[in-house]
């Protein structure tokens, strides 16, 4: 299943954004899928 949002269109391309990511929430209605959120912090060190 891929919704309507643009980035439902490259599933390829969402799934490496997400491994990417330090953290990934999603958000559910039952079983749909109704949002996605990434997060990724920098670590700088000195």
């Not at 990511?21 to 999603?26: E, P, T």
């Not at 079983?31 to 959120?37: A, H, K, S």
């Amino acid at each position: 299943m891929f919704l309507d949002w643009d980035s439902g269109k490259f599933p390829d391309r969402l799934v490496q954004v997400m491994a990417n990511s330090s953290s990934v929430y999603s958000a559910w209605d039952n079983d749909t899928l109704v949002g996605l959120m990434k997060e990724k912090y920098n670590i700088i060190l000195n």
